[in-house]
């Protein structure tokens, strides 16, 4: 069983190692205070490093669950980073979101520190991290994303190869752009809705039974009818992130982009919302102008 090594064990990654521990691959595990707590992960037998270098010497594959691009070049490149102490043939997986030119840079900087490397960026939500059945859609040369799939399928259920190192950051990113803008278009017409005095229920049902009917329409229901947001709990920090990469990859490319600029527009003024690390689901109340209930 190979060792692995993980760096950022927030919400996702935490699901993500507890399920390769369950799988029985000893695992390293970078120390960092913005751990969930690793008293189980620590219970199984996992170690912690002071450093990405000294994870990186003492691990066959790193993975990497953080933030973004900027957390992601840093792990990287900083004098006491992974690039640093990578094994000769080391496996580098990111896991996180990233824009995809940095992730293209960031391959040719494994292969030439003499390691390979995946982006496999993920899809649902920690809920199923932790029941080890996440999407991923994975990026990088075939023959290696071969010889990892095992490991992935240790917390992935459904596993994709989207081509060549970056193709699975620019997937991911199309995906959360299609699924943000949804939220956002359902969360624009919820906030009309309570101002105008339709009963969320009934609004519910016509989509439901219509149109609007789907993954996004599940995901933000509880919080039309009832308020409830612990569905789906992504901020709108983090949509707003995603929304940025995605205009920075589009504008890259030449493509279209001002209905993503305009949704990006939105997480943008949402974010500035007095309400404490809100969620996607709250910018129906933050649309709706009102702190409680939007009807």
Known sequence: MKTIGMIGIGMMGHGIATNIARHGHPMVLLDHPGNQ???????????????????ARSVEVVILCVTGTPEVEDVLFRPDGVIAGLRPGAVVIDCSTAIPSSTERIAAAVAEAGGRFLDAPMTR?????????????????????????????????????????????RLKLLHNYVSLGFSAVLAEAAACAGRSGVDPAVLVEVLAKGGGD??????????????????????????????????????????????????????????HSERAQPTVPELITILGGSAGKTH
């Open 125 to 169: 939500t920690p809920k199923e991290a932790a029941e080890g059945r996440l999407n991923l859609i994975v990026g990088g040369d075939r023959a290696l994303f071969d010889e990892c799939r095992p490991l992935l399928a240790c917390f992935a259920e459904n596993i994709v190869y989207a081509g060549p190192a970056g193709s699975g950051h």
């Open 37 to 55: 707590p690793l008293d189980n992960l620590l219970a199984a037998g996992a170690a912690t490093a002071a450093s990405p270098a000294a994870l």
């Open 214 to 271: 789907g993954v996004i329409l599940n995901r933000l229901r509880p919080y039309i009818e009832s308020q409830d947001n612990s569905g789906f709990r992504f901020s709108i920090a983090n949509a707003l992130k995603d929304m940025g990469y995605y205009t920075t990859m589009a504008q890259e490319l030449g493509a279209a982009s001002a209905t993503a600029e305009a949704v990006r527009d939105t997480y943008e003024r949402a974010s």
